[in-house]
């Protein structure tokens, strides 16, 4: 079964690669900032509409807080709120951080909690992401559960409800998100949201080191209070070694497999500092998330033979879901981009064995081998043979 799945895979990758020159001119218009524009305004449209006979707070039930930053975000935030608003589950409250926002997003945002008694808006100079969801969370003065929502991004109006079904006696419970941008949908991480799960761990479940973002999931207010989480300010990827951390110590996670959370891929106004990955301090802070969860690892899961298959998993996600995502920048950028990159490869996979290079995808094998050797030429050859090429940033 595993060689006809590993088959199928080559083949679609390949079929993708035939098709793709054939595809783009549609992808292109999916992915526009007309398209973008469109899908807003139907959206925005729906939840007035739905909006007009919103229920009254009901006390009775669990409440869930839901921690919204803001900066700059003022072309997206109507709908962001709005889709917390009109959660299926009756008894939610917002509490908007503006960052110090030098648009009109902080009017947008005080407009909503002048309108709405279970909105909350809070304000602080710019201080960036991390510090936003830590005043957020300071804020609430008492609750059962805790979200996180980021500003430009949609939850379906179920996401509680289901999240709530699913956490039961459990601390943290994750859901599948789906990559928005424009017209277009794309699934994240499929096999490990193939089914539903009622309680797991990091240990037996490794897949989920790939998905440490704090905005797909439900956490136990008490659960994070008592654990003095907190995202480290100043840096971007602020959640991937926290939620490692929220994981392992969790005690256990429920996995729900119906989209829980739309991640938006902005096309219309600009994209987002965590896209812009040609950037020397976004390479730097990547970097940095990935040390930061080895040492929350060294500490919770000592290197051993039981734990191999857990390090294993880690040291190929960082290979597939971290210095791949940079390898296709460095026909843009510097040497010291270059050499920033190819010493942290170097110290994560210098002594890989054979098992490992068959779990790097094919397109991106040749790029690796090329970085870790420390052939910036090769790594832009094979990048280009691949196809993975990207064009030069305009700014």
């Known amino acids: 079964m595993k060689l006809i799945r590993k088959l199928v895979h080559a083949l679609a990758w390949r079929t993708r690669l035939f098709l793709r020159p054939f595809l783009k001119p549609f992808q292109r218009l999916l992915e526009s900032p007309a398209a973008e524009k469109i899908v807003y305004a139907i959206t925005e449209w729906r939840f007035d509409l739905l909006l ?31 889709s917390a608003l009109l959660q299926t589950h009756p008894n939610v409250q917002i509490f908007l951080v503006d960052d110090g926002s030098t648009d009109n997003s902080a009017e947008i945002a005080k407009a909503f909690a002048e309108r709405f008694d279970n909105v909350q808006l809070v304000t602080q100079r710019n201080a960036g992401l991390a510090a936003a969801r830590n005043t957020g969370v300071a804020a609430i003065k008492k609750t059962d559960y805790l979200l996180f929502l980021d500003s430009d991004d949609v939850i379906p109006l179920k996401t509680v409800e289901n999240y709530l079904k699913a956490i039961g006696s459990l601390n ?82 429920a996995v729900v497999t119906s989209t829980s ?39 919770i899961y000592p290197r051993s ?78 990048i280009s043979k691949a196809r993975l090429s990207v064009p030069k940033p305009t700014n």
């Not at 994750?174 to 949908?185: E, H, S």
């Not at 994209?271 to 950037?279: A, G, K, L």
């Open 52 to 82: 007009r006979g919103k229920p009254k707070t009901d006390k009775s039930v669990p409440e869930v807080s839901i921690v919204i930053p803001i900066y700059n975000v003022a072309q997206y935030l109507s709908v962001c709120v709005k």
């Open 172 to 253: 943290v419970v994750v859901g599948k998100p789906t990559r928005l941008k424009g017209f277009a949908l794309y699934k994240r991480s499929r096999e490990v949201f193939s089914r539903p799960v009622t309680k797991t761990t990091l240990a037996a479940r490794v897949d989920f080191l790939s998905d440490v973002t704090a905005w797909n999931k439900l956490l136990r207010f008490d659960f994070w209070k008592a654990g003095g989480y907190r995202f480290p300010v100043g840096y971007l990827y602020e959640d991937m070694a926290l939620m490692t951390r929220v994981y392992a110590e969790s005690g256990g996670f």
């Open 261 to 299: 959370y739309f991640w938006r891929s902005r096309v219309g106004g600009g994209s987002s500092i965590t896209q812009e990955r040609w950037q020397m301090k976004n390479l730097e802070h990547r970097l940095k998330a990935i040390e930061d969860t080895l040492a929350v690892l060294e500490e």
């Open 305 to 382: 033979s039981a734990t191999k298959e857990l390090w294993d998993y880690y040291r190929w996600s960082t290979a597939r879901f971290d210095i791949n995502f940079f390898m296709p920048w460095v026909e843009h950028t510097d040497q010291k981009y270059f050499d920033t990159l190819q010493a942290t490869a170097k110290r994560l996979y210098a002594e890989v064995d054979s098992v490992f290079w068959k779990k790097v995808p094919e397109r991106y094998r040749a790029a690796l081998k090329a970085l870790i050797a420390g052939d910036r030429q090769g790594v832009i050859s094979a």
